[in-house]
C-alpha cells in the first residue's frame, strides 16, 4: 500500500516543486517505487522530471474528470527513475469543471486507490493556493510536507495552511495530518534563518525534519535540464540532502504504520 503526501504551502516559490521531484529521485534511489501527481496547471513537476507537458496524450486532468485512470495516463523518464502523472495549462479549466461536479474533492483519491498497490510513496506536487486541486490533494493524502524558507513572516504564512488542514482532516479526510516542516533554501550564514529555524523547532518541535535543505545552485539549474538535482548532479550539497531526507522519510512512515 501505498503512503501519500501532498507537498503544500499556499506560498509561490518556497520549493514544493523543488521538493517534489528531488524527494521522489532520492527516494528512487534508495530502492522505494514511487508516482508523482502534478496538480499545477504549470506543469514544472512534470517538466523538472523529464516529461513533456506539451507532448501529454493523457493528464491529471483526465484522470480528475474520469475519462484515464492513472495507470492509463502515468509518464516515465528512464532517466529519473519515477513516474509522473503530468499536468499542463487544460488542468486550469479543472478547477472550474469540477465545481459541477459531484465528489469533487475526492476525484484524485478514487483514482489512487486503483494505483495504491504499484508504488510505495505518492507524491502530490501543490499549487500555490487552497483550491479544489489543493483540496484534491489533501483529501487523497496521508500526511502534507510542508516545505519552507526560514524568513520573517514564515510562521504567520503558515496559519491559514494548518488550519486548512485541520479542517480538512475534521471534514473530510480523518487520516490527514502534518507529516513535517522541511527547511529548504536555507543558508546558516544568515543569522535571522537561524532564528526562525530555533523558533520553528520551539514551536512544531519534531514536526520538523532533522534534515536541512541548503540554497544551491545545482538545485535551480537542474530543471533547466528536465532533471532533479538528485539526478542531474548527485554529488552536489543540495542532491545529497535530498537522499538524505529520502531516507528520513522512509524512517517516518515505519513509525506511521
Ligand atoms: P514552488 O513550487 O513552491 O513555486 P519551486 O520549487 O519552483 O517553488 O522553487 C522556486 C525557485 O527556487 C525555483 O527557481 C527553484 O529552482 C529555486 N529553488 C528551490 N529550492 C532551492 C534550493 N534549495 N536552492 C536553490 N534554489 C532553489
Ligand atoms: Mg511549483
Do not use: W
Not at 479542517?167 to 543569522?191: E, K, S, Y
Amino acid at each position: 500500500m501505498a503512503k501519500i503526501f501532498c507537498v503544500a504551502n499556499q506560498k509561490g516559490g518556497v520549493g514544493k516543486t523543488t521538493t517534489t521531484v528531488n524527494l521522489a529521485a532520492g527516494l528512487a534511489k534508495v530502492g522505494q517505487r514511487v508516482l508523482v501527481v502534478d496538480l499545477d496547471p504549470q506543469g514544472n513537476a512534470t517538466m523538472g522530471s523529464g516529461v513533456d507537458k506539451r507532448a501529454l496524450q493523457l493528464s491529471v486532468y483526465d484522470v480528475l474528470l474520469e475519462s484515464a485512470s492513472i495507470a492509463e495516463a502515468k509518464q516515465r523518464n528512464d532517466k529519473v527513475g519515477y513516474d509522473v502523472l503530468g499536468a499542463n495549462r487544460e488542468l486550469a479549466g479543472a478547477e472550474v469543471e469540477l465545481v459541477e461536479l459531484e465528489r469533487r474533492e475526492a476525484r484524485l483519491k478514487a483514482a489512487l486507490t486503483a494505483a495504491h498497490a504499484d508504488y510505495d510513496f505518492v507524491l502530490i506536487d501543490c499549487p500555490p493556493s487552497l483550491s479544489m486541486l489543493t483540496l484534491n490533494g489533501l483529501c487523497s493524502a496521508h500526511g502534507v510536507i510542508v516545505p519552507m524558507q526560514c524568513e520573517y513572516f514564515a510562521l504567520e504564512g503558515l496559519s491559514d495552511l494548518v488550519n486548512t488542514i485541520k479542517q480538512v482532516h475534521a471534514n473530510l479526510n480523518p487520516d490527514l495530518q502534518i507529516i513535517g516542516l522541511l527547511r529548504v533554501m536555507f543558508d546558516p550564514r544568515i543569522t535571522l534563518q537561524q532564528q526562525v529555524s530555533e523558533q520553528l523547532k520551539g514551536h512544531f518541535g519534531d514536526k520538523v525534519f532533522d534534515t536541512v535543505i541548503p540554497r544551491n545552485v545545482r538545485l535551480a539549474e537542474a530543471p533547466s535540464y528536465g532533471l532533479p538535482g538528485v539526478v542531474f548532479d548527485p554529488a552536489s550539497k543540495g542532491a545529497q540532502a535530498f537522499v538524505e531526507f529520502a531516507r528520513e522519510m522512509v524512517q517516518r512512515i515505519k513509525s506511521m504504520r
